[in-house]
């Protein structure tokens, strides 16, 4: 999902499970291959979103507005633990 400065989405057909969420910031996207020409390292939220007896999830990034922790990541981790 791409997500411009400040904006919102909802991510739908989720199965239940327990997930982590991943975020990159970049500039200058390229829809058709959907990367960063230049691009931030990926990070991810540390607490897992739990989803039960729901097939979505509301996200938001706005950058300094929460106090979730977040850590740097490796390109080959998945979001599904």
């Known amino acids: 999902m791409y997500l411009t400065a400040g904006s919102y989405g909802t991510i739908d057909g989720i199965c239940n499970g327990r997930y982590y969420l991943y975020y990159q910031f970049g500039n200058k996207w390229n829809p058709s291959s959907k990367t960063f020409a230049i691009n931030e390292p990926k990070e991810k939220f540390n607490d ?4 039960r007896g729901t097939n ?3 996200v938001s990034l706005v950058p300094g507005s929460g106090n979730a922790h977040t850590s740097k990541t490796s390109n ?3 979001a599904r633990s």
Do not use: A, L
């Open 76 to 78: 080959n981790e998945t």
């Open 48 to 51: 897992p979103v739990n989803i």
């Open 56 to 58: 979505y999830y509301d």
